[in-house]
């Protein structure tokens, strides 16, 4: 087992990594910003090492300093969390000359994944469901449109190192596909550096049910069951949910083996999460693979007893996986606490919280390294805490996560508390039948 850990990320995962590793008698290392100086993860490490100036790209994304960082505090291995350098191919590469461990996927696997053309056609190959499209990326418009007539209207050109929503048009018609591929080339090459494109068919309303699995270094993997991340705001989540109220068990039980095919198929070590497209009628597609923790992982942990940080650290060290796959005992639900307005377009809000209340009882989890007096930056993502409840039912859940909301007690600065307490008395949502457009039509308004 490692002796010594650095943790190459900042914030509530961050700490969340901290926490896991002093229950297993590892010591930690925290890197910070200048920025991030009186953050919690840094207080709560054994060691803390200064890397750099606020912006990321002079900090967290650099990797030279987070080695430097590894070497002077003789850590033997590196947890990236999520975001950052997590799914970098070449900071695991690195981690990798330098002898240190990289809790994550090996950088193979990495490239295989994050390419999401690759990715598609990987799982193809294995047997995965796949959504109908392109064989790897597009020449031209005119091989878009031929390609687009076949499968039938509507289509949806995505960017092959997208993400977050980025770089992806939906076509209707012959007409519209020149403006929305000379958009979307010049949005992905802008934001990734790649402008290249592939075709796929769009799935009408679609829900997004993702597969949490684990992979040792033996070949063996297993699953934890799913998660539904259908509420979303412009492809970026907001509430998460275990299990999802679209499926069934026989359907959880395809998603599940498919989910831990994909795995297999590719060696996979670690901890990751195999999303698919749920449509209307209970089919299910490949969307891609993330070769990471997510940030929704506390609720899958609350409905299985099982915690996902020292799974990864075990798998890192060499431990064999258990093998068997875990279902859901409870119900569990996740609601992002991001420092924004959502009265004014879910706008940024950083500044210093002058007073903090977290809410607490029963079947309640708060995910966080914000306190009171404690200034959020403006240079990093939004997200300051993540509310996480379980309980014996859905309506249960709904019921306790609003009681959770209204007791989270945030001022000095804006937060999304107001929308998600709205949410949890919307009868679309309490339902459950929404799909991943449900919020397009939410009304913001009177929040």
């Known amino acids: 087992m490692f002796k010594k850990i650095l943790i190459a990320n900042r914030g509530e995962i961050a700490l969340r990594v901290i926490r896991t590793c002093k229950e297993m008698g590892i010591k930690t290392v925290a890197v910070y910003s200048t920025a991030d100086k009186d953050s919690l993860h840094v207080r709560f490490a054994d060691e803390a090492v200064n890397i750099g100036p606020a912006p990321s790209n002079q900090s967290y994304l650099k990797i030279p300093h987070i080695i430097s960082a590894a070497e002077i505090t003789n850590a033997d291995a590196i947890h990236p969390g999520y975001g950052f350098l997590s799914e970098n191919a070449e900071f695991s590469r690195v981690c990798e000359e330098y002898g240190i461990k990289f809790i994550g996927a090996s950088p193979g696997m990495i490239d295989k994944m994050g390419d999401k053309a690759t990715a598609k056609a990987t799982m193809k190959e294995a047997g995965v469901p ?10 031209s418009v005119e091989e878009g449109i031929v390609l687009a007539n076949e499968m039938k209207y509507p289509v949806i050109l995505k960017a092959t190192a997208g993400g977050g929503g980025r770089g992806m048009r939906i076509v209707n018609d012959d007409s519209g596909f020149k403006k929305a591929w000379d958009d979307a080339k010049m949005e992905s090459a802008a ?14 309303e679609p829900r997004h049910v993702e597969i949490q699995v684990v992979g040792d270094s033996n070949g063996k993997a297993c699953h934890l069951s799913e998660r539904d991340c259908s509420i979303q705001r412009r492809h970026q989540k907001l509430v998460e949910e275990t299990p999802s109220p679209a499926i069934n068990q026989e359907i959880r039980d395809k998603m599940g083996a498919a989910a831990v095919k994909a795995a ?10 195999v999303e698919f497209l749920l449509d209307k009628n209970g089919d299910f597609y490949f969307m891609e693979m993330n070769t990471r923790i ?18 990864q650290i075990k798998v890192a060290a060499g431990e064999p996986i258990s093998g068997k796959n875990y279902y859901p005992k409870l119900y569990a639900m996740e609601c992002r606490i991001n420092a924004e307005d959502p009265r004014h377009g879910f706008r940024p ?3 210093k919280i002058t007073n903090l209340h977290l809410p607490g009882g029963h079947g309640v989890r708060v995910d ?8 959020i930056p403006p240079n990093y993502d939004s997200m300051i805490a993540k509310l996480i409840v379980s309980g014996q039912s859905r309506e249960e859940v709904i019921v306790r996560m609003k009681r959770a909301l209204e007791e989270f007690v945030i001022e000095g600065i804006k937060t999304t508390i107001p929308f998600h307490i709205k949410l949890m008395s919307d009868e679309g949502f309490k339902s459950g039948n929404f799909t991943t ?6 009304d913001f308004s009177d929040l």
Do not use: R
Not at 437 to 442: A, G, I, N, R, S
């Open 130 to 139: 796949t959504i109908p499209g392109s064989e790897g990326l597009l020449d």
């Open 191 to 204: 934001a990734f550096g790649n402008d290249g494109l592939y075709l796929e068919k769009f799935i009408e």
């Open 264 to 273: 297999e198929a590719i060696g996979y070590e670690g901890a990751g999460t």
């Open 294 to 311: 997510q940030v929704e992982h506390p609720i899958t942990e609350e409905v299985t007893d099982f915690d996902l940080i020292k799974e």
């Open 349 to 351: 809000s950083p500044g």
């Open 368 to 375: 966080s390294h914000v306190y009171a007096g404690y200034s």
């Open 437 to 442: 457009k449900y919020l397009e039509t939410f």
